[in-house]
């Protein structure tokens, strides 16, 4: 508060005070001693190098639409100086990377987009996510989204989506934003509830995770039913009350493939 209020003090004797103020300039000062910390205190966000690969839109830093919505960009500069606020320093190049870099998850050979079929010939990136506002308790404005286990969440190039669920990745800009698209399409699961075919972009290793989590969870829940149905009488094989779906699928392993062709031909 001394400092604040010596700065302040020192602005007002910068005035010169040969010529009396004009109204505008009396006002300029005072929302100047008010509200704006004076230049000198100001902090730099972005060290020279990391301004450079600001400016430069390394790795598509800047790029608007590059997950979708087509309008917004991934990092704004709000988000690095909310970030500087945060770690309390101007941000580094290796600051930069932590945001935005190509995604060490990523497979190394060649990728083949989800939506256009063709390869990927750019880095795959990915980009962390700043938090701008308390949302809920134990938020700190400027630090990165977190999972639970503590790691950084993501957006990226790769996309879950598809039956059977898989994940594809897919070229920034429009082929991605075509296959983030699917996640308007839904579907309803055997209890009625109707979950989205898909879920976001995310790191590969992330997406991987998540398609994980949600196979187990739908392997779990026909254990579940299935089960229940053995209970009550229902579960044998062969017994007249299977699903058509469970009866193909089940003639489909039992018989031998030129069988069934002869079948058709018959
Ligand atoms: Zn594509």
Not at 51 to 60: E, I, S, T, V
Not at 170 to 193: I, M, P, S, Y
Request: net charge neutral.
């Amino acid at each position: 508060m001394a400092k604040r209020e010596k700065i302040q003090k020192m602005t007002k004797d910068e005035i010169p005070s040969s010529e009396p103020l004009g109204d505008v300039e009396q006002q300029d000062l005072a929302t100047a001693s008010a509200t704006a910390q004076p230049d000198a205190e100001k902090r730099m966000v972005l060290t020279p190098e990391a301004k450079r690969l600001w400016d430069g839109n390394n790795l598509g830093i800047q790029t608007a639409g590059l997950y979708g919505p087509r309008e917004s960009r991934p990092l704004g500069w709000h988000d690095l100086e909310d970030r500087s606020n945060f770690l309390d320093r101007p941000l580094t190049v290796e600051d930069i990377a932590e945001l935005h870099s190509e995604d060490p998850s990523a497979p190394t050979d060649e990728v083949v987009c989800g939506f256009c079929q063709k390869t990927i010939g750019q880095p795959i990136v990915r980009t962390a996510l700043v938090k701008n506002e308390v949302k809920r308790e134990g938020d700190v404005v400027g630090d990165l989204v977190c999972d639970r286990d503590g790691n950084v969440v993501y957006r990226g190039q790769a996309v879950v989506v598809g039956r059977p669920m898989a994940v594809q990745p897919g070229h920034v800009g429009n082929c991605l934003f075509k296959l983030r698209d699917a996640r308007e399409k839904t579907r309803q699961l055997a209890d009625r509830r109707t979950v989205r075919d898909l879920l976001p972009s995310q790191a590969f290793d992330q997406a991987q995770a998540r398609l994980e989590g949600v196979t187990a969870t739908f392997a779990a829940r026909k254990e579940q039913n299935s089960s229940f149905r053995d209970r009550i009488g229902f579960g044998g094989k062969g017994d007249g009350f299977n699903s058509p779906h469970r009866r193909a699928t089940a003639g489909r392993q039992s018989r031998d493939p030129r069988e069934r062709n002869i079948g058709n031909r018959g």
